[in-house]
T-cell receptor, first 112, second 113 residues
């Protein structure tokens, strides 16, 4: 079955530290992958997307993600987090159709 | 360019009532999708409309319905509300196509009492 998995429900990092949020997918082909961020009470904002080509993609707000076919992963990274990065992060795929399938989300807390 | 707008932002309804939510897509976007977000089930796809026709449907009961108008604006309706329908309802618009990003509105927070 097609699915997106985010193994970490909650992650806490110190301001200025590096960040990696994990995402795995289950699909028989190369999926189209997305990372979204949601601040409390808000909608979802697209951070970056992967369709094909270069496996390292750059997004907004200093985020990047790397697609690894061998590990069925699409992990999100940021070299140095800011307090404003505290939010919930969702990995998603459309698995070749028009509807997005989301992971369960990872809540990011930043400590000073 | 204005983003996706959703009205109302907050709504409180009683069990058994019906509700209509509205979504205006980004100008030029003709595909509108709806998602339900709850703490227990996460983000789930409801349906997608393109050119006034429902093109895709998620696994929700028939109480959930929608429509799209010729200007691409969309509405979703939930009839005979249940407590479990309390959720954040998100609308997303796109150009359509598997390589098109979906842009989300701020959502409508529905509370059923």
């Amino acid at each position: 079955a097609q699915s997106v998995t985010q193994p970490d429900i909650h992650i806490t990092v110190s301001e200025g530290a590096s960040l990696e949020l994990r995402c795995n997918y289950s699909y028989g082909a190369t999926p189209y992958l997305f990372w979204y961020v949601q601040s409390p009470g808000q909608g979802l904002q697209l951070l970056l997307k992967y369709f094909s080509g270069d496996t390292l993609v750059q997004g907004i707000k200093g985020f990047e993600a790397e697609f690894k076919r061998s590990q069925s992963s699409f992990n999100l990274r940021k070299p140095s987090v800011h307090w404003s990065d505290a939010a919930e992060y969702f990995c998603a795929s459309n698995f070749g159709n028009e509807k997005l399938t989301f992971g369960t989300g990872t809540r990011l807390t930043i400590i000073p | 360019k204005a983003g996706v707008t959703q009205t109302p932002r907050y709504l409180i309804k009683t069990r058994g009532q019906q509700v209509t939510l509205s979504c205006s897509p980004i100008s030029g976007h003709r595909s509108v999708s709806w998602y339900q977000q709850t703490p227990g089930q996460g983000l789930q796809f409801l349906f997608e409309y393109f050119s006034e026709t429902q093109r895709n449907k998620g696994n929700f009961p028939g109480r959930f319905s929608g429509r799209q108008f010729s200007n691409s604006r969309s509405e979703m309706n939930v009839s005979t509300l249940e407590l479990g329908d309390s959720a954040l309802y998100l609308c997303a618009s796109s150009l359509r196509g598997v390589r098109s990003e979906q842009y989300f509105g701020p959502g409508t927070r529905l509370t059923v009492t």
